[in-house]
């Protein structure tokens, strides 16, 4: 088992910038890749960000490439998305997923934590 809380959303204003953690505990930390995901009301969860287990690769949603960046500490047993130049769109539940295999598919990750929520005023 993978437990993995995140920790960091909140209100901002569009333009502005929030940094999101994930903490995982249980098993090895580093065998897992993670992924960022959102969730907007009445939407499906959608893929944001990826990382693989070493950092060495990282994926994007288009909508979010060149603003958020993705990034993890094997030390910390975290994972981090810094998001930058936030849009009104970006207002969303985010959450962070781990599972050994990177993919972009939420039903392919095996944990997943209890999301934070992200609010984007215009």
């Known amino acids: 088992q993978v437990q993995l809380v995140e920790s960091g959303g909140g209100l901002v204003q569009a333009g502005g910038s929030l940094r999101l953690s994930c903490a995982a505990s249980g098993r090895t930390f580093s065998n897992y890749a993670m992924g960022w995901f959102r969730q907007a009301p009445g939407k499906e969860r959608e893929f944001v960000a990826a990382?693989?287990?070493?950092?060495?690769?990282?994926y994007y949603a288009d909508s979010v490439k060149g603003r958020f960046t993705i990034s993890r500490d094997n030390a910390k047993n975290t994972v981090y998305l810094q998001m930058n130049s936030l849009k009104p769109e970006d207002t969303a539940v985010y959450y962070c997923?781990?599972?050994?295999?990177?993919?972009?598919?939420?039903?392919?990750?095996?944990?997943w934590g209890q999301g934070t929520q992200v609010t984007v005023s215009s």
């Open positions: 997923a781990a599972d050994r295999i990177l993919t972009t598919t939420p039903g392919a990750y095996a944990y």
């Open positions: 990382i693989t287990w070493s950092g060495g690769s990282t």
